[in-house]
């Protein structure tokens, strides 16, 4: 049943919310009187339409495999009943994973995948438009790697998936998720490209380990080597240098900076 506008309004007040409630719902809220059918409904398909072009342009993979039908009903409930904090079209696919996140529920008519298939794909437009690297405290770009504190690229992010959203598309759907997470890492290069890396768990730890930016690389293979109990602690030394020469090629590490 439609919610009773407050009475204490103005009445173009009124009018005003009577507009934008038909708009964001015309199934659930009426016209208002006065409004020329055909004219509001030219609006209301103008606005629905830029919006739903600027959220299918980020998710493609999503929409694609979840048909018109299921897609369209995940558009218009976020349509109708989303609040968004920005003014800005970039952001609106930040808002659609939100409301994905935090207000759509658990629907079996939708895959258990899809929160984590919709996060993959928003995480490319998010550090396509990322400003986090025009601030970065002085560094070596081939400084030491090892006794000295490796300096990550903040444009970067560190995923840990429950499926392997990399390999989902119309022809594999996974059912349930395997035993073991699919673990990611995202970044863009200096030439502004965003590239996608498969990674094991101990990979993706010594990262985790790197990101608050106050262990050396030797410190942080040390804290490797006891968290996994590991019987050589010398092989996973070597092992996570050459890990580290190889991010800092990649352009996941930047360089290193001196121990204050």
């Known amino acids: 049943m439609p919610a009773k506008l407050p009475p204490e309004l103005a009445t173009w007040q009124h009018y005003q919310l009577e507009f934008t409630r038909h708009i964001r719902d015309p199934a659930q809220h009426a016209r208002p009187r006065g409004v020329d059918r055909r004219g509001m409904q030219t609006y209301s398909a103008l606005l629905f339409n830029n919006i739903e072009a600027v959220?299918?342009?980020?998710?493609?993979?999503?929409?694609?495999?979840?048909?018109?039908?299921?897609?369209?009903?995940?558009?218009?409930?976020?349509?109708?009943?989303?609040?968004?904090?920005?003014?800005?079209?970039?952001?609106?696919?930040?808002?659609?994973?939100?409301?994905?996140?935090?207000?759509?529920?658990?629907?079996?008519?939708?895959?258990?995948?899809?929160?984590?298939?919709?996060?993959?794909?928003?995480?490319?437009?998010?550090?396509?438009?990322?400003?986090?690297?025009q601030h970065i405290a002085d560094y070596l770009p081939y400084g030491d790697l090892l006794d000295a504190i490796p300096v990550l690229n903040p444009v970067m992010a560190n995923l840990a998936y429950r499926y392997p959203v990399h390999e989902i598309s119309r022809k594999y759907q996974p059912a349930s998720a395997p035993n073991q997470a699919v673990h990611l890492l995202v970044y863009r290069d200096a030439n502004d490209d965003i590239h996608f890396s498969l990674q094991n768990a101990v990979s993706a730890r010594l990262i985790e380990l790197l990101a608050p930016a106050q262990l050396t690389g030797r410190a942080a293979l040390h804290q490797l080597a006891v968290e996994l109990c590991h019987a050589d602690p010398d092989a996973l030394l070597a092992f996570g240098h050459d890990l580290l020469r190889q991010l800092h090629t990649q352009g996941c590490i930047l360089g290193s900076r001196m121990i204050a």
């Open 55 to 133: 959220v299918s342009a980020c998710f493609p993979v999503l929409s694609g495999l979840l048909g018109k039908r299921k897609w369209q009903r995940l558009l218009r409930a976020f349509f109708a009943t989303h609040r968004c904090s920005t003014p800005f079209f970039r952001q609106v696919p930040d808002e659609f994973l939100q409301f994905l996140q935090q207000e759509w529920p658990a629907d079996p008519a939708y895959p258990d995948f899809m929160l984590e298939l919709a996060h993959y794909e928003w995480v490319e437009l998010a550090l396509s438009t990322s400003c986090l690297d």
